[in-house]
């Protein structure tokens, strides 16, 4: 089993900033790639941002692509989401996720991860 804890959300200012973190524990060498989600109120979850653990390139949706910055910290199982020039678009509850290698892959959507934390919530004021 893979626990996984989001925090650094808030609120800010359209332009602002803001990072997330995501501490991973547990049976950690089981997870193969890591993600951020985000959910706005009456919309599905999207995927925000990937990365291979151990690291590699990432992948960012097209919408924060430029603006999200996805990094991890294997020596602390961290991962980081530094979120600049934020819209009011960005506003959604944050979660971040984590794909276990015996979980088919089926695209950069929910059903491909297996562990997810409680998410951060995230409100860019206009």
């Known amino acids: 089993q893979v626990q996984l804890v989001e925090s650094g959300g808030g609120s800010v200012q359209a332009g602002g900033s803001l990072t997330l973190s995501c501490a991973a524990s547990g049976y950690t060498s089981t997870i193969y790639l890591m993600a951020w989600f985000r959910q706005a109120p009456g919309k599905e979850r999207e995927g925000v941002a990937n990365m291979m653990t151990g690291g590699g390139s990432a992948y960012y949706a097209e919408s924060v692509r430029g603006r999200f910055t996805i990094s991890q910290d294997n020596a602390k199982n961290t991962l980081s989401l530094q979120m600049n020039s934020l819209k009011p678009d960005d506003t959604a509850m944050y979660y971040c996720?984590?794909?276990?290698?015996?979980?088919?892959?089926?695209?950069?959507?929910?059903?491909?991860?297996?562990?997810w934390g409680q998410g951060t919530q995230v409100t860019v004021s206009s």
């Open positions: 996720a984590a794909a276990n290698r015996g979980v088919k892959w089926s695209g950069f959507m929910p059903s491909s991860f297996t562990y």
